[in-house]
Structures are given as C-alpha cells and as structure tokens.
T-cell receptor
Framework: DGGITQSPKYLFRKEGQNVTLSCEQNLNHDAMYWYRQDPGQGLRLIYYSQIVNDFQKGDIAEGYSVSREKKESFPLTVTSAQKNPTAFYLC?????????????FGDGTRLSIL | GQQVMQIPQYQHVQEGEDFTTYCNSSTTLSNIQWYKQRPGGHPVFLIQLVKSGEVKKQKRLTFQFGEAKKNSSLHITATQTTDVGTYFCAAPRSYNTDKLIFGTGTRLQVFP
C-alpha cells in the first residue's frame, strides 16, 4: 500500500535540543515538502525538495534544516534555534515539479516543548 | 507576496443545511486545489480545477472556478456529520511551480 509515513507521531523537545522528524514515501514521487500547522491555522511551507540532493527554503525555514539523500526520504531537523517549535508538522509529496500535481500528506508529527 | 484568502473562518450548521466556503486570490491562478482535513488528521486532496468557469461535482460537493480564475468555491448540499473538518483551497504560487500556497481554511462543524 503506497503512502507517506511520518514518525514519530508525538515528539517532545527539551530546551536546547535538536530533534529530527522522519518522512518516508514509497510513491516514487520526485517532490517532497515540509509544512508547519499551528492550531486553527493554515499550512506554512518550511522546506521543499524537487529532486534528490536538492532542496530549497520555504517561507519559514529559520531554525529548521533538511536533507534529501534518497528519493524516498526527506527528514526535517528542528534545531535549538527554533524558539517556538510547538506545532503540527506535515510532510507531503507530489509526483513531480509540475504545477498541477496534488500533494499527498503523511499523518503528521505533533511536536511539543518539555 | 501572493495570498489566498478564504472565508468564512468558521461555519456551524445544522445537519441537512448547506455550506459554502469561498477562496479569493488577487492574482490569476493556473489551477486551484481543494483539501479536507478531519479533526486530528492530515489534509486529503479532494479535487483540482483548471479551466475558467469550471464546475465539478463529487456527490454532495460542488466545486467552482471563477471565470477570471481568481476565485473558487466549495458548496456542500445537505451537510452530514461526516462533513466535519477544515476545508482548504490551495494554488500554485506561480504558473510553473509545484509549490502551493494554502488558504487559511474554513472549519465546518455540523450539529446533528
């Protein structure tokens, strides 16, 4: 069954700690995205990658980092520089970089500060 | 930068009543997509509209794309409790990009 898997579902971060959120897809999609969703808000783009070994900053990249070493994987690290990390993080993918492709989302990771 | 405004922010309806959410952009859009996010869940793609004036239906849901391709609407006829969730519109940031800008969403609550 094809899809996007995000882990963990819940994550707690201590002060000064970096944490990494996992995102894996078996849809053979080229493009992958990370969004942040705050309560009652829309989705804001953190980082995106249109192809392996390439990624670009989105609207709110400060305090975050990513890598795209494999097509299937696009992990997001929330660094200690992100002072307000509590949010719902969603990973998505789309077939390619064309503008008419729907995005498929994972179940998300809820990150909280301890 | 480009913004996609969505109204209303919240809508509470009695089961059986109709519901409409509207999405507006200041710029012409190449296409518009609609997603539904159930409470505690993730956005799920519903439909994409591409042509000026296009109308598409999915059972009780009717999606429209404006003639000028700057606005869109989602109408639900005779809401059911299963329609509860937040409905987002999303559009490409420019004509040749896969990056979407999402509307602020309309949260629908249906009372039985």
């Amino acid at each position: 069954d094809g899809g996007i898997t995000q882990s963990p579902k819940y994550l707690f971060r201590k002060e000064g700690q970096n944490v990494t959120l996992s995102c894996e897809q078996n849809l053979n999609h080229d493009a992958m995205y990370w969004y942040r969703q705050d309560p009652g808000q829309g989705l804001r783009l953190i980082y995106y990658s249109q192809i392996v070994n390439d990624f670009q900053k989105g609207d709110i990249a400060e305090g975050y980092s990513v890598s795209r070493e494999k097509k299937e994987s696009f992990p997001l690290t929330v660094t200690s520089a992100q002072k307000n990390p509590t949010a719902f993080y969603l990973c998505a993918s789309s077939r390619d970089r064309a503008s008419n492709q729907p995005q498929h989302f994972g179940d998300g990771t809820r990150l909280s500060i301890l | 930068g480009q913004q996609v405004m969505q109204i209303p922010q919240y809508q509470h309806v009695q089961e059986g009543e109709d519901f409409t959410t509207y999405c507006n952009s200041s710029t012409t859009l190449s296409n518009i997509q609609w997603y539904k996010q159930r409470p505690g869940g993730h956005p799920v793609f519903l439909i994409q509209l591409v042509k000026s004036g296009e109308v598409k239906k999915q059972k009780r849901l009717t999606f429209q794309f404006g003639e000028a391709k700057k606005n869109s609407s989602l109408h639900i006829t005779a809401t059911q409790t299963t329609d509860v969730g937040t409905y987002f519109c999303a559009a490409p940031r420019s004509y040749n990009t896969d990056k979407l800008i999402f509307g602020t969403g309309t949260r629908l609550q249906v009372f039985p």
